[in-house]
């Protein structure tokens, strides 16, 4: 409800045409049904893990966010791209071996 309420507000700002276009990019993007909608919702989703990915898992550390969750957030990727999907995957083992995530 944040999210769309503060693309709501962004939207508003531009001529009406735009608003309207930009608010079909939107719904598509979150009813996820399009394949571009799915390409991008994949996209959107790898960001946060890259971020955690590059500070050792940091942030899910602290809020105890497990593999198996992390996996689960991840799936759609696999999708659009197999193999970031796998370095994904070896990534999440290799925080598990060190002990930066745990699994459940």
């Avoid at 989703?45 to 890259?50: A, E, K, N, V, Y």
Wanted: charged share 30%.
């Amino acid at each position: 409800q944040r999210e769309r309420a503060a693309a709501d507000r962004l939207f508003a700002l531009l001529p009406p045409e735009q608003e309207r276009e930009f608010h079909a990019y939107w719904e598509e993007f979150e009813q996820n049904e399009t394949n571009e909608a799915k390409f991008a919702n994949a996209l959107d989703r790898m960001q946060p893990f890259l971020l955690n990915a590059a500070t050792d898992f940091h942030t899910w550390h602290q809020s105890a966010v497990t593999a198996e969750k992390i996996l689960e957030r991840e799936a759609p990727v696999k999708e659009y791209f197999p193999d970031v999907f796998s370095y994904a995957e070896a990534c999440v083992n290799d925080a598990l071996k060190s002990g930066l995530i745990k699994e459940r």
